[in-house]
C-alpha cells in the first residue's frame, strides 16, 4: 500500500502514544516490504524530530516556529509556503532553502526570519510531508548520449535523468512524454524517471484526455488488490442487512439521471419518492445509495477512495472514485432491492420544510427515466399507461413543488447563472458553485434546487447534534476579482446598485443577473459572473455558502463520486447504530435522533466517546486532502474545457470574429468572443497605429495621438493571429473597434 510522509502523521496525535501495529493497520501494510518502508520512515521522522518514541508506541511532536504548508513556485526559482488557514501569512522560501522540494509539495517549514508589516515571514524547507508531483508531463532531449525529461510546467526547474524502459528512448526525443518520477533528487544529485508512455511528437498530436490526465497525474486503473476486494462485494442482500431498515418497497420510487452511452456507464445513487400526509403537505423522499455498506473504513478499497477524493469527469472519460463493482453493487437499478439512506423532506405549501428525518432504508426502484424523457411526458402531458402515475409524480415534483423551494432560495437573496451547456455531472451543485440553468433543460436545475436543499438539512441536522462533520462552504467573492466586472456592468449602462458599500451579498449577484437580461452581451456576462464565485472549501465547522444564498451546507447525495459524501454518511451510520436519545439511561423519555424534531432539546454527547474521537480523529488532515483532490479534479476538468477551445480557435486562425472587451491591462487587453466564449489577448504592441498609455483609474488604453480608447465594454473585431494550444493562450490582433476618447471621459 502506497503513504506518504502526510498520511502517516494524519493517523499521529500529540497527546496519545499510536503502537506501531495501529499504524500499520490503518495505513493497510500487509507485505514486509510495505512494513519495512514504514519501519523506515517513522525512524528518520524520529531522527528529524517530527516524531518521538515510547515504549514502542509513537507520539507526534509540534514545534511552534514549524508549520505545514504547500509551496507555490514561480518560474524563476523562489516560491512561497501557502498556510492551510486562511488568514495565515505566506512565507517567502528562497531557492537555496527548498532542500529540493518541488512546487505544489507540502512541507514542514521552519520560520528563519519573522515577518514585518511589509515583509512575509521567511522559512526553510524542514522536510517535505507529500510528493505532488509523482510524473510530469514533459519533452525529451539528448544532451551527449544521455535522455533527459523536461517538463512542460516552467515551474518545475529541474531536468529528470530518464532510465530505459523497454523503449527506444532516441525515438522519443522532442516528443511529448508522461514521465514517472523514480527517486526524487537527493543532494546534488539529479532525480531520475522513466518513461511510462509517448503521447505525441507535440500537445497538438496528443490526446486532450492523456494531456490532462497527465498533467495532473490522475490515476489511469485501480490496483490489483483494489479490483479483488471489490470483486468479492455481492449486491444480494441478506436479512441481517434489511434489519433496523424502513422498508420502501412498496412506495412508487423513480430516478432520474442523464443521457448515456450504455447502461454499464450508468452509476445511479438517488431515488425519488414523493407522497402527501395527513395535513396535505408533501413529503419529498430523497433516497441516496448506501456506499458505506460496501466501502468500510480503513480497508483497502477505502484507501484508495480516500486518496482519489472525487471523480473527475474528462469529456468521456470518468476516473471513478471507486471501481465498477462496487458501483454495481450500490447503484438503485430497477426491480432490485437496494440500501439506501433516506432524507424526508415535509414541505408546506410555501416551499418551507417544516420537518425532516434521516433512515436508513431498502428500496426497489420501478422506474428509470432520463432528463429528457422526463422533460418529454411533461410537455406532451400524457405517457403509456403504466407511467400515468409517474407522470402524476412528476407533475407535482417539477410544477409544484421545486418552483417552490425555488422561491424560497430566491428570497434568501439566491441566484441563478444561466449555461448552455451541462458541466456538471453531479445532481447537486456540483464543482459550478451555485445552481446552474439550462434553457434547453430546465428541469435539470428544478432537480438541483431539491438536492441541495437536502444537503442544507442535512447539515442542519449534523450541526444540531455536534456530530464531527465536513461542511461545504464558499467564501465571497473578492472585491478585485469583480472590480472589472462591476466597471464592465457601468460601461455597457446597466443600471446596477451594490445593496451595501460595506459587504458583499448573494442579493448583488441576484440583482447584476437582472440586469444582464438588458444587455445584448447576457452569455458573456454570466460566464463572467460565475468565474468571480470562489471555489468550494470544506471545513470543520459550519460556515455561509455565497453561490448558493445558505447559512450551513454540506455534500451528502453522491457517496460513490465524492469521498466527503461518503464521509457524511458513515457519521449518518454511526448515529443510527450508537445515538444515544437521552441524557440518562434511567430517563424515561428519549428523543428522535433521526428528526429535526430533537432539535433545540439535546444538551448531552450524542455519540459514545470512542466512536466521536475515531471520527474526528483525523479529520483535520482528511479535509486538507479533500480540498486538495478537488482543486486537482476542477483544475483538469477547466484544463480539458480549455484544450478544447484551444483547438477549435486553431483551426480559426486568420478568421475574424466580433468581441466585447472584458478586461485592459498596461500589456493589452482581453476580448471575450461570445459565440465560443473564447478569450483572447490583444498585445499592446500590436497596435501598430499610435502609442498607448494605460489609464489604471479608468481600466482603458488611449492613442497618444489618435485619441482611440480601449475600454471596458467596448465593442471590437479582431483576427486569430495564434494559439499556442498547451497553454491554452490566444493571441489577437484589431481589425476594427474601439471608442473615440475625449478628455471627459477621464474627469474625476
Not at 407522497?275 to 419529498?284: A, F, M, S, V
Not at 435539470?444 to 450541526?463: D, F, I
Not at 447504530?577 to 441524557?583: L, M
Request: charged content about 30%; some cysteine; overall charge negative.
Amino acid at each position: 500500500m502506497e503513504f506518504s510522509i502526510a498520511t502517516i502523521l494524519s493517523h499521529l496525535s500529540v497527546d496519545k502514544l499510536v503502537p506501531g501495529k495501529v499504524l500499520e493497520k490503518k495505513l493497510g501494510c500487509e507485505e514486509a516490504e510495505e512494513l519495512e518502508k514504514l519501519q523506515i520512515a517513522l525512524d528518520v521522522l524520529e531522527k528529524v524530530g517530527v516524531v518521538t518514541k515510547e515504549f514502542g508506541k509513537y507520539r507526534r511532536v509540534i514545534e511552534e516556529d514549524v508549520v505545514e504548508a504547500k509551496l507555490r513556485c514561480s518560474s524563476k526559482g523562489f516560491c512561497f509556503a501557502i498556510q492551510d488557514e486562511e488568514d495565515a501569512d505566506d512565507i517567502y522560501i528562497r531557492e537555496s532553502h527548498l532542500s529540493n522540494a518541488w512546487n505544489s509539495d507540502r512541507v514542514l517549514v521552519k520560520i528563519i526570519k519573522e515577518g514585518t508589516r511589509r515583509r512575509s515571514p521567511e522559512g526553510e524547507v524542514k522536510l517535505i510531508v507529500e510528493r505532488a508531483n509523482p510524473s510530469v508531463l514533459a519533452r525529451v532531449i539528448e544532451d551527449n548520449g544521455d535522455y533527459n525529461a523536461v517538463p512542460l510546467d516552467d515551474r518545475l526547474l529541474f531536468e529528470l535523468n530518464l532510465k530505459e524502459n523497454g523503449q527506444s528512448l532516441e525515438e522519443a526525443v522532442n516528443h511529448l512524454v508522461h514521465v514517472n518520477v523514480l527517486r526524487y533528487p537527493i543532494g546534488q544529485n539529479p532525480p531520475i524517471g522513466k518513461v511510462i508512455r509517448v503521447l505525441g511528437s507535440d500537445a497538438e498530436t496528443a490526446a486532450d484526455t492523456d494531456i490532462v490526465s497527465s498533467k495532473h497525474d490522475l490515476p489511469q486503473e485501480f490496483s490489483e488488490r483494489v479490483l479483488q476486494k471489490a470483486a468479492l462485494l455481492t449486491p444480494n442482500l441478506t436479512p441481517q442487512d434489511l434489519e433496523n431498515r424502513l422498508d420502501l418497497r412498496d412506495v412508487l420510487t423513480i430516478t432520474i439521471e442523464q443521457e448515456v452511452t450504455t447502461q454499464l456507464d450508468l452509476f445511479i445513487e438517488n431515488a425519488f419518492t414523493l407522497q402527501k400526509n395527513e395535513d396535505n403537505n408533501w413529503i419529498l423522499g430523497v433516497h441516496i445509495a448506501d456506499v458505506a455498506h460496501f466501502v468500510e473504513p480503513e480497508t483497502h478499497l477505502d484507501r484508495e477512495a480516500r486518496k482519489r477524493g472525487t471523480t473527475v469527469h474528462l469529456g468521456d472519460k470518468v476516473i471513478d472514485l471507486l471501481p465498477k463493482a462496487v458501483q454495481n453493487c450500490a447503484s438503485l437499478i430497477p426491480k432490485e432491492d437496494r440500501l439506501t439512506i433516506s432524507v424526508f423532506l415535509t414541505i408546506d405549501d410555501k416551499g418551507q420544510v417544516i420537518e425532516s428525518q434521516i433512515q436508513p432504508s431498502v428500496i426497489c426502484v420501478d422506474h428509470q427515466l432520463t432528463y429528457k424523457e422526463v422533460q418529454t411526458m411533461m410537455g406532451a402531458g400524457n405517457t403509456k399507461p403504466e407511467l400515468e402515475t409517474t407522470l402524476d409524480l412528476l407533475n407535482h415534483l417539477f410544477f409544484e413543488l421545486s418552483p417552490l423551494v425555488k422561491a424560497q432560495r430566491l428570497q434568501r437573496g439566491g441566484f441563478d447563472i444561466s449555461l448552455d451547456n451541462i458541466t456538471s455531472y453531479f445532481k447537486d451543485e456540483g464543482r459550478i458553485g451555485a445552481i446552474a440553468s439550462y434553457s434547453t433543460l430546465p428541469v435539470l436545475s428544478l432537480m438541483t434546487e431539491l438536492m441541495v436543499l437536502v444537503g442544507k438539512v442535512v447539515a442542519e441536522h449534523l450541526a444540531e447534534l455536534k456530530l464531527p462533520a465536513i461542511y461545504c462552504t464558499q467564501a465571497k467573492p473578492d472585491w478585485d476579482e469583480l472590480e472589472d466586472l462591476l466597471k464592465l456592468v457601468v460601461n455597457l449602462q446597466l443600471d446596477f446598485r451594490l445593496e451595501s458599500e460595506d459587504e458583499l451579498q448573494p442579493i448583488d449577484y441576484y440583482h447584476l443577473i437582472q440586469e444582464f437580461g438588458k444587455s445584448d452581451y447576457e452569455k458573456v456576462l454570466h460566464y463572467l459572473l460565475l468565474n468571480s464565485l470562489k471555489s468550494d472549501k470544506y471545513t470543520q465547522h459550519p460556515a455561509p455558502h455565497f453561490g448558493l444564498a445558505l447559512p450551513i451546507y454540506t455534500h451528502c447525495v453522491s457517496p460513490g463520486q465524492r469521498y466527503v459524501d461518503l464521509q457524511i454518511q458513515r457519521v449518518l451510520k454511526a448515529l443510527f447504530e450508537h445515538g444515544r436519545d437521552r441524557r440518562y439511561v434511567r430517563s424515561s423519555k428519549g428523543v428522535d435522533l433521526r428528526s429535526s424534531t430533537c432539535h433545540g432539546y439535546i444538551n448531552w454527547n450524542v455519540l459514545p466517546p470512542a466512536i466521536q474521537n475515531n471520527l474526528e480523529a483525523d479529520l483535520h488532515s482528511l479535509i486538507t486532502h479533500l480540498n486538495e483532490r478537488e482543486k486537482i479534479a476542477q483544475d483538469a476538468e477547466s484544463d480539458l474545457t480549455g484544450l478544447k477551445k484551444a483547438e477549435k480557435m486553431k483551426d480559426c486562425t486568420g478568421k475574424v470574429f466580433s468581441g466585447l472587451i472584458t478586461g485592459v491591462q498596461s500589456y493589452g487587453f482581453f476580448v471575450q468572443i461570445e459565440d465560443s466564449l473564447v478569450e483572447g489577448l490583444v498585445h499592446v504592441s500590436s497596435l501598430k497605429d499610435d502609442w498607448y498609455e494605460y489609464r489604471s483609474r479608468h481600466t482603458c488604453l488611449v492613442g497618444r495621438k489618435n485619441r482611440t480608447a480601449y475600454r471596458l465594454g467596448d465593442t471590437v473585431e479582431v483576427e486569430v493571429k495564434s494559439v499556442d494550444y498547451y497553454r491554452q493562450q490566444i493571441d489577437l490582433v484589431t481589425v476594427r473597434g474601439g471608442s473615440t476618447a475625449v478628455d471627459s471621459d477621464f474627469e474625476d
